[in-house]
């Protein structure tokens, strides 16, 4: 088991936000971070305290896929799409509200160490909506992420109807349970993970993942009509990550930092791309 907890990343981070609210939007110095997140997607993070309550904040959080240039290549991402993705944050009634942007892009530099991101978009929590313009990052450093790793044991396979695999089958040979600690930033997730190389292509990973809030009660999920579960399904090449859009998951039992088993049937699309479709099951015990 690995537990990360080094923070090192310095910076800015600033986006204009109006709408439901209006936000003049500067992350604290000390609450940067530039994280590389277990499926290699890359995390940038700008958070706000407004007192010293854990829960009294305002963050933006922007998800760029692993296939990002790191020798400073200019790169362009839609939002909405499973390209790349925002998050913002508010402080209102008495609890925090999650913003997702559904359309917009992001302008990326990024050398491996130092990354400039400009943004704007539109984000939606139900029916309250969010303009935000003139966001710009500039980071400098890698934080590693608040995450505790347990290598498992136990099993998850799928059987795709569909998609970008060479074959219909995804055997995991390597499983690993993640558990996170954002100390009062996100919610805290338990992540069961599964993953292989391609038989005939070995340097093409594909992981495959049940992330589960541990606030989230019950063993029935719809996949649809949920922020609390998700499933997706990363290929680490040019296609990169998808999540379920649809589909159900069944637990056979609470899960834990130790243990998680059910099945699931899920919808994925990429883009504009047509659907697939994943059936399996899993069972992943921490090993000892």
Same mark, same amino acid.
């Given at each position: 088991?690995?537990?990360?907890?080094?923070?090192?990343?310095?910076?800015?981070?600033?986006?204009?936000?109006?709408?439901?609210?209006?936000?003049?939007?500067?992350?604290?110095?000390?609450?940067?971070?530039?994280?590389?997140?277990?499926?290699?997607?890359?995390?940038?993070?700008?958070?706000?305290?407004?007192?010293?309550?854990?829960?009294?904040?305002?963050?933006?959080?922007?998800?760029?896929?692993?296939?990002?240039?790191?020798?400073?290549?200019?790169?362009?991402?839609?939002?909405?799409?499973?390209?790349?993705?925002?998050?913002?944050?508010?402080?209102?009634?008495?609890?925090?509200?999650?913003?997702?942007?559904?359309?917009?892009?992001?302008?990326?530099?990024?050398?491996?160490?130092?990354?400039?991101?400009?943004?704007?978009?539109?984000?939606?929590?139900?029916?309250?909506?969010?303009?935000?313009?003139?966001?710009?990052?500039?980071?400098?450093?890698?934080?590693?992420?608040?995450?505790?790793?347990?290598?498992?044991?136990?099993?998850?396979?799928?059987?795709?109807?569909?998609? !970008?695999? !060479?074959?219909?089958?995804?055997?995991?040979?390597?499983?690993?349970?993640?558990?996170?600690?954002?100390?009062?930033?996100? !919610?805290?997730?338990?992540?069961?993970?599964?993953?292989?190389?391609?038989?005939?292509?070995?340097?093409?990973?594909?992981?495959?993942?049940?992330?589960?809030?541990?606030?989230?009660?019950?063993?029935?999920?719809?996949?649809?009509?949920?922020?609390?579960?998700?499933?997706?399904?990363?290929?680490?090449?040019?296609?990169?990550?998808?999540?379920?859009?649809?589909?159900?998951?069944?637990?056979?039992?609470?899960?834990?930092?130790?243990?998680?088993?059910?099945?699931?049937?899920?919808?994925?699309?990429?883009?504009?791309?047509?659907?697939?479709?994943?059936?399996?099951?899993?069972?992943?015990?921490?090993?000892?």
């Amino acid at each position: 088991m690995s537990r990360e907890t080094v923070r090192g990343t310095t910076g800015t981070f600033v986006v204009t936000v109006r709408g439901a609210q209006d936000i003049d939007f500067e992350g604290d110095p000390s609450e940067m971070r530039l994280e590389r997140e277990w499926n290699d997607e890359w995390h940038l993070v700008g958070l706000r305290r407004l007192s010293n309550k854990p829960e009294d904040f305002e963050a933006c959080d922007v998800y760029l896929p692993a296939d990002l240039p790191t020798d400073g290549t200019p790169k362009s991402y839609q939002f909405g799409n499973n390209t790349a993705r925002l998050h913002f944050w508010t402080r209102e009634n008495q609890g925090n509200q999650t913003y997702v942007a559904f359309e917009g892009s992001v302008e990326v530099t990024f050398d491996g160490t130092h990354i400039t991101a400009s943004f704007s978009c539109t984000a939606a929590f139900g029916s309250s909506q969010l303009k935000l313009t003139n966001g710009k990052a500039d980071l400098t450093g890698l934080s590693i992420a608040l995450t505790s790793q347990y290598p498992a044991t136990g099993e998850l396979s799928v059987d795709f109807q569909g998609g !970008p695999l !060479p074959g219909s089958k995804f055997v995991a040979t390597e499983l690993r349970i993640d558990s996170s600690d954002f100390d009062g930033h996100r !919610p805290d997730r338990r992540i069961f993970i599964g993953d292989h190389y391609d038989k005939d292509l070995p340097l093409t990973r594909n992981i495959f993942a049940i992330v589960i809030r541990k606030d989230e009660k019950g063993l029935t999920h719809d996949l649809a009509d949920s922020n609390n579960v998700w499933i997706q399904f990363q290929r680490l090449d040019m296609y990169g990550t998808v999540t379920a859009h649809a589909g159900t998951l069944t637990l056979n039992e609470e899960v834990t930092d130790d243990h998680a088993s059910g099945e699931f049937s899920c919808s994925f699309r990429r883009n504009d791309g047509p659907v697939f479709t994943a059936e399996g099951t899993f069972r992943l015990t921490r090993a000892e």
